[in-house]
């Protein structure tokens, strides 16, 4: 199965900095979704099909990348921004998850 | 607005059956496909499987032949069946919507599963 690696593992950052978070497969795929996830709720699609916004996701959001390096950007760090954020992949079966980036405010 | 709700025991014994049920409003299961995911102590998410529009099923290899789902069209609802199961199926399991080129886009709130005797 294809393994994401997501890094870091644990960030913060200020209201207004700009935020980077990676996500690395292990082989190729097509496209990477990305999820939020907050304490107490479900994980709400958040980019889709590597740099499509999902609903509701503010502009400030964007992704990118292709075979086996994406990113997923924040322009200008908000605090509604904390949470945990997945990459996913289903170019190869099963679908597969990464372990998640921890984004906290500073 | 679509919605998915899981039910289903929260606490299971080591070697028993899990048996849980998904229950849909807003589409149809004999629509799209549906989805279980389960997200470990610890954050880290596993997928499970899934049911088609037309009942056709993949599972993840990693389960072998402890997993099966099913689906009830007449009350719109889907289920996820996981034999003989152990302190390492401890998870909180989730009914989902989504396919290959489509995110998983309906979640159920998940129902928080303990194996233990």
């Known amino acids: 199965q294809i393994v994401l690696t997501q890094s870091p593992a644990l960030m913060s950052a200020s209201t207004g900095e700009k935020v980077t978070m990676t996500c690395s497969a292990s082989s190729s795929v097509g496209y990477i979704y990305w999820y939020q996830l907050k304490p107490r709720s479900s994980p709400k699609p958040w980019i889709y099909l590597t740099s499509n916004l999902a609903s509701g996701v503010p502009a400030r959001f964007s992704g990118s990348g292709s075979g086996t390096s994406y990113s997923l950007t924040i322009s200008s760090m908000e605090a509604e921004d904390a949470a945990t954020y997945y990459c996913q992949q289903w170019s190869g079966n099963p679908p597969t998850f990464g372990a998640g980036t921890k984004l906290e405010l500073k | 607005e679509v919605q998915l709700q899981e039910s289903g025991p929260s606490l299971v014994k080591p070697s028993q059956t899990l048996s849980l049920t998904c229950s849909v409003t807003?589409?149809?299961?004999?629509?799209?496909?549906w989805n279980w995911i389960r997200k470990f102590p610890g954050n880290k998410f596993e997928y499970l499987g899934y049911?088609?529009?037309?009942?056709?099923?993949y599972y993840n290899p990693s389960l072998k032949s402890r997993i099966s789902i099913t689906r009830d069209t007449s009350n719109n609802q889907y289920s996820l069946q996981l034999n003989s199961v152990t302190t390492g199926d401890t998870a909180t399991y989730y009914c989902?919507?989504?396919?290959?080129?489509?995110?998983?886009?309906?979640w159920g709130q998940g129902t928080s599963l303990t194996v233990s005797s």
């Open positions: 989902t919507r989504g396919e290959r080129f489509d995110p998983f886009d309906y």
């Open positions: 807003g589409d149809s299961i004999t629509s799209g496909y």
């Open positions: 049911i088609t529009y037309s009942g056709s099923t």
